[in-house]
Structures are given as C-alpha cells and as structure tokens.
C-alpha cells in the first residue's frame, strides 16, 4: 500500500496553516487548547494528534478538516493554500478568529468611494513597514501587533 506525500514529505497539505492560524487566534491558543475546542465541539481528537497533523506527520480526513475550517469561521480549502500564498489570496470569511493584517494596528485599508459610500477594497499598506502594499488577509507579518479598534468595512460619507 502506497502512501500519499507531499514533494517535501509531509502527509497533508494543510498542516502548516492550521499551525499558523491556531498560532494566530486571539486569544492565544495553545495545541491542547485548541485540540479541547475541536473535541467540545464535535471532533474528538488529541493534542499529540493536532500537533502530527500541523507537522505534516498525520493525514487528514475530509471531515476533520472541515471541523478545522469551521472552528476558524474559514472554508475547508483554504486550509489547502500554499503557505508561500498564506491567506493573500482568498476572499474574508465574516467573524474570523485568526490575526492577519487587517487586525494590525500599523495596517491602513484602502478604500473606493462608490455612490457617497466609502467600500474597502482587497488592499492596504503597512505605515510600520513603509508604504508597502498588503492585502488584508496576509497572516504572516513580522510587525503584527493588534489593532485596539477595528476598521469598519463600510462607512458612510457626505456627499
């Protein structure tokens, strides 16, 4: 019996983001946090296992990784993006847990106005940084602080 692996030997694609999103919730949350909370929640797993799954040491069913994605507010495929890509790619799930730059306190969302409302736009800068381009969701920045307010996704304006 063969068994499936990706190019540089891991068992499942999707390990590496379910470590950077866990790493990346806020609260904090630890691998045995997180393995209660999926275990709470319907998917009975341990740490030792989560903590496999997340070094690519164990596969991953269709149904754990379902449970995964919707303890993050996410869809399933996103968990199967390249981490070269981490989450720069894919539209905002409402009421995501995990930090990205959207939550940053040095992220600035850049905005159209369209018929006297302002509507964000899939990009923004980072002033700590520089006047560097970043799009929303990137959840792997060095600079990452958390934002004290959050951005609102419309805002009305005067004409």
Known sequence: MSTNKTEDGKLNLCGSQIAL????MVPKTTPAAFAKK???NGLPIHEKELKEIEAGQRAVTDIELKAIADQFDIFADTLLIDSKD????IAPVPG????????CRYFLQHYIKDNGVLTAVNCGHCI???ARRKL?????CPYF???EVKQTEML???P
Do not use: K, M
């Open 86 to 89: 981490t989450f720069s790619r």
């Open 128 to 130: 700590y940084a520089g």
């Open 21 to 24: 999103l866990r790493r990346r």
């Open 38 to 40: 999926l275990s709470q």
């Open 156 to 158: 009305q304006v005067n």
């Open 145 to 147: 602080e958390a934002a």
């Open 136 to 140: 929303p969701l990137n959840a792997d």
């Open 96 to 103: 995501n847990r995990f930090a990205c730059c959207a939550d």
